[in-house]
């Protein structure tokens, strides 16, 4: 069974996919700095590596020790307000620190490598659903981050012989169904955990950004993609890369708006969201949603979560429960 170091493996998605390679029987290292993740998120059943990737002395140390097969890189800061804000740190750690684990690798002679990147790269969508083929304009730094590094993978895997699969995420929503993992951000940016953050009364109210755009209830519409069907999307890709490289979307397809996941979270916890309507926020697109066909025919992956209400049960499950 293939070694597989993990980076960003304290994180939300990467602790996540950290527990369905264990128990495939993987053998898993997880490397992570603990800016954003946690430690208590990493299952017992896999060594942890405390190091950056801007700091090469750790990388160096992780890759003496440890033979790895398959690199799974989700370390990245992903807020896209602040990679506006601060573009230098952004690209300095996004993709300088992407560069650093590339030389180890290469250095190591480790050449596969899955990687987490995100549908921002499409910027504003030109037609709906959003397929691989549709053009690439980021709006913010992050986003461009995320492109910068597929293309640095493509000239690597044409010059070293890089194996790479980089998967463009929609929105990454709920939690392990015990409860046990789940979505912890400081601050926390996503609609989902804030929603149910307004319901618990850890916040004043939820501010939707906009109710008058041309859809149903006027307001924004977006694909949310359960993490327990990202780790599984990992765990394919890790089986693929010997046979595709290149870049793929996780999504379900389905689109919902601000109001339903509202009024779902209000459904499923018995309880009212306090609501506040404020302004559009500049560049924010009216319908964002994935065509899956090219994840369901090379990866043979198939979303098991496509009930908005399934994915904020397991998400409220976590919130009531949480221990990080």
């Known amino acids: 069974m293939q070694k597989i170091l993990i980076v960003g493996g304290a994180g939300y998605i990467g602790s996540h996919t950290l527990r ?6 993987y053998e898993c290292v997880v490397l992570d700095n603990l800016d954003n993740g946690h430690r208590e998120a990493v299952d017992t059943r896999a060594e942890f590596e405390r190091a950056d990737l801007l700091d090469k002395e750790s990388l ?31 690209y300095r750690n996004n993709v300088a620190g992407t560069l650093n684990l590339l ?28 397929d691989e083929k549709h053009p690439q304009c980021p709006l913010n730094p992050y986003s461009q981050s995320k492109l910068m590094i597929e293309n640095i993978f493509k000239d690597y895997a044409a010059a070293y012989g890089l194996k790479y699969i980089a998967l463009r995420y929609f ?8 409860g046990s ?10 609609l ?7 319901i618990k009364g850890e916040l004043e109210n939820i501010r939707i950004l906009g109710n008058d755009y041309e859809t149903p209830d006027g307001t924004c519409l977006r694909d949310y993609i359960h993490v327990d069907d990202l780790a599984a999307a990992h765990c394919l890709a890790v089986e693929k890369l010997d046979d595709f490289q290149g870049f793929i979307n ?14 779902a979270a209000e459904k499923v916890t018995g309880k009212k969201c306090p609501v506040v309507i404020d302004k559009r926020r500049p ?33 409220w499950n976590w919130e009531t429960n949480r221990k990080f």
């Not at 929105?171 to 015990?178: E, K």
């Not at 993992?181 to 996503?190: A, F």
């Not at 989902?192 to 307004?198: E, N, R, Y």
Request: include cysteine; proline fraction near 6%.
């Open 20 to 25: 369905r390679l264990a128990d495939k029987g």
């Open 60 to 90: 160096q140390r992780v890759f003496d020790k440890h033979s790895f097969d398959v690199v799974i890189h989700f370390a990245a800061f992903i807020m896209m307000g602040e990679s506006v804000a601060d573009p230098q740190k952004y």
């Open 103 to 130: 030389e180890a690798m290469l250095a190591h002679n480790v050449k596969k490598i899955v990687f987490s990147s995100t549908c921002g790269i499409y910027g504003n969508p030109q037609y709906m659903p959003l």
């Open 171 to 178: 929105n990454a929503s709920g939690a392990a169904p015990d």
């Open 181 to 190: 993992i789940g979505e912890s951000h400081n601050p926390e940016s996503h």
């Open 192 to 198: 989902i955990p804030l929603v149910l953050k307004a």
């Open 250 to 263: 996780l999504g379900t397809g389905i689109p919902t708006s601000v109001m339903q996941i509202i009024s």
């Open 283 to 315: 560049g924010d697109a009216t319908v964002l949603y994935a065509d899956n066909s090219k994840a369901r025919e090379i990866l043979g992956w198939t979303p098991q979560y496509t009930d908005i209400e399934d994915i904020i049960r397991t998400a």
